[in-house]
């Protein structure tokens, strides 16, 4: 019985390690963000796994998409996480390629400007008033602690999906 017990222990362990170099590492960049609006969530994923989640405060009115500039909506689409502010009045942003061209065309059929301006960011600098809800006109709002480790993760380049 002794050696079937090490054998079992031994394929136990072996199992184990192997479980253990498959998780991803709590520091590992991303190479996507996918925002669920109806689920409030941000999701950061490496080679096809979910390796961060976050709680996401949107837009005033997050149903929908984005159709023009004060619609107080958060666009549903795939886009690009193109450059980021340090200095951000929401504590740190980064910037969503919206509008593409086509919400650019879009807006232009409905003879409205499409918005812009549309970042995943922190809590404002400008006052310590607590948010809950869906506040923002159209951004993506995480916590300033949220937004620091996706800040470190996240590069400029990176594709962002954003679904209803």
Excluded at 15 to 39: F, G, I, R, Y
Aim: charged share 20%.
């Amino acid at each position: 019985m002794r050696p079937v017990v090490v054998l079992l222990v031994g394929l136990l362990l072996c199992a184990a390690s192997t479980a253990a170099s498959a998780v991803v590492s709590s520091t590992a960049p991303a190479d996507l963000v996918v925002v669920m609006k109806a689920e409030r969530e941000l999701y950061l994923y490496r080679n096809g796994l979910i390796i961060a989640q976050y709680p996401v405060a949107l837009g005033r009115a997050p149903m929908g998409t984005k159709r023009m500039a004060g619609d107080n909506k958060t666009p549903i689409g795939a886009y690009t996480l193109d450059w980021r502010n340090p200095d951000s009045r929401f504590y740190r942003s980064l910037h969503v390629s919206y509008p593409d061209q086509a919400d650019r065309d879009q807006a232009a059929a409905l003879g409205v400007p499409p918005g812009s301006n549309i970042m995943i960011h922190g809590q404002p600098g400008y006052d310590d008033v607590p948010r809950s809800g869906d506040w923002t006109n159209g951004c993506i709002a995480v916590s300033n602690h949220a937004i620091d480790d996706i800040w470190a993760r996240v590069p400029d380049g990176t594709p962002i999906h954003i679904y209803p």
